[in-house]
């Protein structure tokens, strides 16, 4: 089974930015397409941005103009860079395949707060 880590999170203030890192323990070359998640406390899991593995991205509007996702195949990596960052966006931020077939890492908590 493939495992996956996310790491990169932490607290920020307001308008601040973030780099989070999803790592897989195995090659990413046969998935199409990978994504980024968040849950935040009493709401369900959602999809926060998609990329295919030629670089189609796709975002949840309400980050779109502030998240960017990316991802390194060789490195076996997806990241999402995240800029003025808003307390909305606080969450557990965890990343997955398109139509979560993979096994759930832990995810990088998100605190965006004053």
């Known amino acids: 089974q493939v495992q996956l880590v996310e790491s990169g999170g932490g607290l920020v203030q307001p308008g601040g930015s973030l780099r989070l890192s999803c790592t897989a323990s195995?090659?990413?070359?046969?998935?199409?397409?990978m994504g980024w998640y968040r849950q935040a406390p009493g709401k369900e899991r959602e999809m926060v941005a998609t990329i295919t593995i030629i670089g189609i991205t796709n975002y949840v509007d309400s980050v779109k103009g502030r998240f960017t996702i990316s991802r390194d195949n060789a490195k076996n990596t997806v990241y999402l860079q995240m800029n003025n960052l808003k307390p909305e966006d606080t969450a557990v931020y965890y990343c997955?395949?398109?139509?979560?077939?993979?096994?759930w890492g832990q995810g990088t908590q998100v605190t965006v707060s004053s």
């Open positions: 997955n395949t398109l139509l979560r077939t993979l096994t």
């Open positions: 195995r090659s990413i070359l046969s998935i199409n397409n």
